[in-house]
Antibody
């Protein structure tokens, strides 16, 4: 059974870079799409971006200028970097896997429990 | 960006009752819509995909319907473990988006 675990600092200073890693266990990172989401306190989920195991990425236009997602297939890990953070970036950050429902339709079938990141000085 | 609007915001029901949740899209998403359940401190759990297909291991009391802009999730008879927040989610067009959630709470 595939499991995902987010890791990284829980506190980041304003203007600095938020860095998180998602470790995939119980299965391979290869041949899947992987994503990052976040959920600010009391708000709905927001998609940050996805990466395919080959390295192809797609980002939410609202965050694109600040986001980089990368993959390390040798470690079955992928990572998120978000630059120039502010208090508005305080959220629970989830990593998740897409499964293919056929054609170009993909849905999120495995999620990490989330990592709480607070932006504060 | 496609906006998903869920209603009601909160549904107060008793175990054994039927729950009907609504999700309306600002433009058509065909049937490219999913429903997730989330409990406090836990990750979301996929319930329904392609608007009406139950995900692996999801009980038959959960069903989804709709296409285009109007969708619903029905829980035929609420079990104690079903009290949670439910989100709809689309990936049809533009950045994928979620609704703001419907909380199903014990009456």
């Amino acid at each position: 059974q595939v499991q995902l675990q987010e890791s990284g600092p829980g506190l980041v200073k304003p203007s600095e870079t938020l860095s998180l890693t998602c470790t995939v266990s119980g299965g391979s990172i290869n041949n899947y799409y992987w994503s990052w989401f976040r959920q600010p306190p009391g708000k709905e989920l927001e998609w940050i971006g996805w990466i395919y195991s080959s390295g192809t990425t797609n980002y939410n236009p609202s965050l694109k200028s600040r986001v980089t997602i990368s993959v390390d297939t040798s470690k079955d890990q992928y990572s998120l970097k978000l630059t120039s953070v502010t208090a508005a970036d305080t959220a629970v950050y989830h990593c998740a896997r897409y499964f293919s429902a056929g054609g170009n339709r993909h849905y999120l079938d495995v999620w990490g429990n989330g990592a709480t990141v607070t932006v504060s000085s | 960006e496609i906006v998903l609007t869920q209603s009601p915001a909160t549904l107060s029901l008793s175990p054994g009752e039927r729950a009907t949740l609504s999700c309306r899209a600002s433009q058509s998403v065909s049937n490219y819509l999913a429903w997730y359940q989330q409990k406090p401190g836990q990750a979301p759990r996929l319930l329904i995909y392609d608007a009406s297909n139950r995900a692996t291991g999801i009980p038959a009391r959960f069903s989804g319907s709709g296409s285009g802009t109007d969708f619903s999730l029905t829980i035929s008879s609420l079990e104690p473990e079903d009290f949670a927040v439910y989100y709809c989610h689309q990936r049809h067009n533009g950045p994928e988006t979620f609704g703001q959630g419907t909380k199903v709470e014990v009456k």
